[in-house]
């Protein structure tokens, strides 16, 4: 929604696998975030890219769960050996040009649903 | 970080006016209040935000009580199209990165 594209829409994979999730932003935008959500849950947080500023990926819950952005564009989130407790639906949101950090309006994509057998 | 504090869920009849509470009794002055709906199957969407004064728009209204430890979303009159989940999240001067969204208030429009 609103100038974010995410894909796939929806990822089965099995145990162990790697995965990858693709986030597509309109141009500029000045902030990209990844979220985590699992069923009935709420947004975790999962990694946040600003400029060429490191990346703060506080929120990575570990070492398997790696995220890279290109530039101002696409972003991927990757998840090396998934396990069962990584279903979840991931969320990309971007923070528009000209919105201030602490007001501006985060838009986010519709998600990818990832389901881990 | 500051967090909030909002009821599980709520109900409200269609073409009702509908008040969702949020407490955040550690917010700091610089800290703005935000509040996000999520749509059955979407990702979260802005609704509208505040600091000290309370805040119209064409979506709903933002009600900040006088010390800013709670705020109150609301909308005029319910539709069903308002079936969601609300989240309030602070967001400080520094612009946090790390987004607190919590578990929200899930809103049930009764038809």
């Known amino acids: 929604g609103a100038g974010v594209s995410q894909s796939p829409s929806n990822k089965v994979t099995e145990k162990g696998k790697d995965v990858e999730l693709r986030c597509d932003p309109i141009?500029?935008?000045?902030?990209l975030y990844w979220y985590r959500q699992r069923l009935g849950q709420g947004l975790e947080f999962l990694i946040y890219?600003?400029?060429?500023?490191?990346?703060?990926k506080s929120g990575l819950p570990s070492d398997r769960f790696s995220a890279e952005r290109t530039g101002e564009s696409v972003s991927t989130l990757t998840i090396q050996r998934t396990q069962q407790e990584d279903s979840a639906v991931y969320l990309c949101?971007?923070?528009?040009?000209?919105?201030?950090?602490?007001?501006?309006?985060?838009?986010f994509g519709e998600g990818s649903r990832l389901t881990v057998l | 970080d500051a967090k909030t504090t909002q009821p599980n869920s709520m109900e409200s009849n269609e073409e009702e006016p509908v008040h969702l509470p949020c407490n955040h009794s550690t917010i700091s002055g610089t800290d703005y209040i935000h509040w996000y709906r999520q749509l059955p199957s979407q990702g979260p969407e802005y609704v509208i935000h505040?600091?000290?004064s309370n805040v119209n728009n064409r979506m709903a209204s933002l009600a900040i009580a006088e010390d800013r430890k709670s705020s109150t979303l609301i909308l005029h009159r319910a539709t069903l199209r308002d079936a969601a989940v609300y989240y309030c999240?602070?967001?400080?001067?520094?612009?946090?990165?790390?987004?607190?969204f919590g578990t929200g208030t899930r809103l049930t429009v009764i038809p």
């Open positions: 890219f600003q400029g060429n500023s490191a990346p703060d």
């Open positions: 505040g600091l000290t």
């Open positions: 999240i602070l967001r400080d001067r520094a612009g946090a990165n790390n987004l607190f």
């Open positions: 141009s500029g935008h000045t902030a």
């Open positions: 949101a971007i923070l528009r040009r000209g919105g201030f950090a602490n007001t501006g309006e985060l838009f």
